[in-house]
């Protein structure tokens, strides 16, 4: 819906602590609405996991997958119990998670572990592309551009390549909808993904 802002989407994550994509998709069935929002998300769950949030997650599980014999991967998340852990939900999670790290290659669980150097090259290399645009609207389209490549790299911001079993849902999507439904705090923590010849 094109009349909720950025800012209504804060307010109602400031409010609530769900996640920014659960806000704004609260606020689009609210048509808008702060107060139906808010409902929607504590329906969910998602405004309670998001509390949550802070809690440590010392257990966990790790799981993999291997592609042939060519790719594999590591995947550790982590939650706050051991009875979560071992909820064969959670760690269908996990699994599905290594098996979309070996399909997408992102590089890194969140925008703050991108290395400071690759960030660089990228707006460098979109500043390059935009300099035969017009000036007042370069700074717009360096922003896309980065900001579009990190939808690419950042696991968190990634939908599932299982598009038919996830409905085109990011990871973050799919990490804050199971710590709503088990209650408690569900961190990707690590992963590490290994290619032959890379």
């Known amino acids: 819906m094109s009349g909720i802002t950025a800012k209504d989407v804060k307010a109602l994550r400031d409010r609530t602590g769900a996640g920014m994509m659960a806000c704004k998709k609260a606020l ?3 048509a808008g609405d702060m107060e139906k929002a808010a409902e929607h998300l504590r329906a969910r769950g998602e405004a309670q996991a998001a509390k949550r949030s802070g809690n440590e997650a010392s257990e966990g599980t790790v799981q993999s997958y291997v592609h042939g014999s060519t790719i594999g991967v590591l995947v550790e998340v982590d939650c706050e119990t051991d009875f979560v852990a071992r909820n064969d939900d959670f760690i269908a999670f996990a699994r599905d998670l290594a098996l979309h790290i070996a399909a997408a290659n992102p590089i890194a669980v969140t925008e703050e572990e991108i290395p400071a ?15 035969d645009r017009p000036e007042n609207v370069r700074e717009k389209i360096v922003q896309g551009s980065v900001d579009k490549w990190l939808g690419e790299v950042v696991l968190l911001r990634q939908k599932h390549v299982n598009e038919d079993k996830y409905g085109g849902k990011t990871i973050e999507e799919l990490r804050a909808q199971l710590a709503a ?5 569900v961190v990707i923590r690590r992963f590490a993904r290994f290619a032959i010849g890379s």
């Open 28 to 30: 689009e069935e609210a």
């Open 117 to 131: 150097q690759d960030r660089e090259t990228e707006v460098r290399v979109a500043t390059e592309k935009a300099a």
């Open 181 to 185: 439904t088990m209650g408690e705090n």
